[in-house]
């Protein structure tokens, strides 16, 4: 059974720095699309940034140039880091696999203060 761990969310001041991981269970994850996403009270979720299975990446306009996406297939691993964190991009953080996606994690909180 396939299932997807996050970790690294916390409380960072703005301009600060966050690293997230995706921790995938499961051979299918070579193959799939990842993605990151969040989501604030009262607001869908929104896609953050993607990953294809080839190193593709997508990203929101409003993270490019501040947010990377990479994932490490040998380790099933799908990274964000997050730099130059303003308050708005605090939101529960989920990590998605397959495009759109058919699986998700259990979301990691990350809040930046002002």
């Known amino acids: 059974q396939v299932q997807l761990v996050e970790s690294g969310g916390g409380l960072v001041q703005a301009g600060g720095s966050l690293r997230l991981s995706c921790a995938a269970s499961g051979s299918i994850f070579v193959i799939r699309a990842m993605g990151w996403y969040r989501q604030t009270p009262g607001k869908q979720r929104e896609l953050v940034a993607s990953i294809t299975s080839g190193g593709n990446t997508n990203y929101a306009d409003s993270v490019k140039g501040r947010f990377t996406i990479s994932r490490d297939n040998a380790k099933k691993l799908v990274l964000l880091q997050m730099n130059s964190l303003k308050p708005e991009d605090t939101a529960v953080y989920y990590c998605?696999?397959?495009?759109?996606?058919?699986?998700w994690g259990q979301g990691t909180q990350v809040t930046v203060s002002s």
């Open positions: 998605g696999m397959g495009i759109p996606p058919f699986l």
